[in-house]
């Protein structure tokens, strides 16, 4: 079993509205989770990193969250664009020796007109 | 700074043939590594190195991958012979220190093995 699950699998949203994602992981013991935006036929570039004691972290009309009790993150996208449509992946990083990152399956955003 | 870059960014290639593909990390950075993406699988990391030296390569799927970084600006992922279970979009990744700091990834290698 995926120690990192996103929902939803995909998403259409209206120009200008606004979504969330979901990510919940059972990776333990927990160093940072990352977001990234995968756009189609492109390499992932990360949109936020957040450790334990960060509860909230924007980058522009990005917001993540992170729950580290429930282990639970979201990502919430303001005022979507067309540009945003993208896969959103998140990652989660163990705090153990081998620093094994952990990747969702993503969530592909499909935003339009 | 002109980030991590990968060659070729499309190969097609019949089965038995022998790929290379290769990675110029940034700059700086002593962490790199390679992943494989797939629809059914995402992304799944192949090996990593730390200082030229290969870490963690437990990712790699059988004896016809390898990979080496011979310098701090250079690694290349060769798969001898190809397959068709193959095909995936190869990622190679930089980041500064531990896989604990930010991680950029190239524009990826799409392999198609017919």
């Known amino acids: 079993k995926n120690q990192v699950e996103q929902s939803p699998q995909s998403l259409i949203i209206l120009e200008g509205k606004n979504c969330t994602l979901q990510?919940?992981?059972?990776?333990?013991?927990?160093?940072?989770l990352r977001w990234y935006k995968q756009d189609t036929g492109r390499g992932p570039v990360s949109l936020t990193i957040?450790?334990?004691?960060?509860n909230t972290k924007s980058n522009g009309r990005y917001t993540a969250t992170l729950d580290a009790d429930t282990k639970q993150s979201s990502l919430h996208i303001t005022a979507s664009q067309l540009s945003d449509s993208a896969s959103y992946i998140c990652?989660?990083?163990?705090?153990?020796?081998?620093?094994?990152?952990?990747f969702g399956a993503g969530t592909t955003v499909t935003v339009r007109a | 700074d002109a980030g991590v870059i990968q060659s070729p960014r499309h190969e097609v290639t019949e089965m038995g043939q022998e790929v290379t593909l290769r990675c110029k990390p940034i700059?700086?950075?002593?962490?790199l590594f390679w992943y494989r993406q797939t629809m059914m699988r995402g992304l799944e990391l192949l090996i990593y190195?730390?200082?030229?030296?290969?870490?963690?390569d437990s990712g790699m799927p059988e004896d016809r991958f390898s990979a080496k970084m011979p310098n701090a600006s250079f690694s290349t992922l060769k798969i001898q012979p190809s397959e068709p279970r193959d095909s995936a979009v190869y990622f190679c990744a930089s980041s500064r220190g531990t896989p604990n700091g930010e991680l950029f990834f190239g524009e990826g290698s799409r392999l198609t093995v017919l």
């Open positions: 700059s700086g950075h002593n962490s």
């Open positions: 990652v989660v990083l163990a705090q153990r020796a081998d620093y094994k990152l952990s």
């Open positions: 190195f730390n200082n030229n030296v290969p870490i963690d």
């Open positions: 990510c919940n992981y059972t990776v333990s013991p927990f160093s940072n």
């Open positions: 957040m450790t334990f004691s960060e």
